[in-house]
């Protein structure tokens, strides 16, 4: 008779969300205890910060509404038009462009060396790389590498802030938005050597390119997430996180690059 009661109780299914069938030991509560990194991402939201979700999805929604209609039909267009090495090389063109606020936020964290490489990279891609069409520095061992001012505000101490959807834009929190408007203003260098209006060129120029070279990535990211907007905030919040700390093992930018591209200083 004890031999069949345990027979049953060996054999029945186990509830995971009954705690008496898990076996959770007081070690496994210390593991986030040892990384405050790890602990930072601890939780169902994965510890991000959040507070307006509600307005967040409301304006993810409309970020995802204008790209699917207007945004991503013109890439489509571009695409179609511009043939993969000319985007490419429109590109490498802003990228270079960009590198003049990357060296100005290297001195600003105290990065030196960091200075001297992007340095580097803007010589050799302006003279050899034709005015930054072609990425001549990478191939020389001078790889491509972002800052921002609000990296800068993150190295300093200055804390992320709350998550949230800027219109158009898309993910963002207090502190880089607010890097991502400094820069905007002080940072760029059209500014100083243009009429304003050709700021504008560019920047439509820019991200339209970035639009169409995201087309298969953004269509396979959207068919594969269950949750598009948990996705994409996670994607975000850990890539910045990483940033900042300059962490070596740093995920491959991939939600990312959907809505911010970081690299070129703005999103759609």
């Given at each position: 008779m004890s031999d069949a009661s345990e027979t049953v109780a060996d054999d029945r299914e186990i509830d995971p969300f009954d705690e008496d069938d898990l076996d959770v030991g007081d070690d496994d509560d210390d593991l986030f205890e040892e990384d405050p990194y790890l602990a930072e991402l601890e939780g169902e939201e994965g510890g991000i910060y959040d507070p307006w979700e509600g307005l967040n999805r409301k304006t993810f929604a409309f970020n995802e509404w204008a790209d699917r209609w207007f945004v991503e039909p013109l890439a489509i267009g571009w695409d179609t038009v511009v043939p993969d090495p000319a985007q490419r090389g429109v590109d490498n063109f802003f990228e270079n462009i960009n590198t003049t606020r990357r060296i100005a936020n290297d001195l600003l964290q105290g990065k030196p060396g960091k200075a001297g490489d992007d340095f580097g990279r803007l010589l050799v891609?302006?003279?050899f790389g034709i005015a930054g069409l072609f990425d001549v520095a990478t191939d020389l061992g001078y790889p491509a590498a972002d800052e921002d001012f609000g990296q800068t505000l993150g190295v300093w101490g200055t804390p992320a802030g709350p998550y949230f959807v800027i219109p158009f834009l898309g993910p963002s929190n207090v502190r880089d938005a607010g890097g991502l408007a400094f820069e905007s203003f002080v940072m760029t260098p059209e500014y100083y050597f243009f009429p304003f209006y050709v700021s504008y060129?560019?920047?439509?120029?820019?991200?339209?390119?970035?639009?169409?070279l995201a087309l298969e990535t953004l269509r396979a990211e959207r068919a594969a997430a269950f949750d598009f907007?948990?996705?994409?905030?996670?994607?975000?919040?850990?890539?910045?996180?990483?940033?900042?700390?300059?962490?070596a093992d740093a995920p491959e930018e991939t939600d990312e690059d959907l809505y911010y591209f970081e690299d070129d200083d703005e999103a759609y």
């Open positions: 891609n302006t003279t060129i560019s920047t439509g120029t820019r991200l339209l390119n970035d639009r169409a907007y948990s996705a994409v905030r996670s994607a975000y919040v850990q890539y910045r996180e990483n940033q900042v700390r300059d962490r």
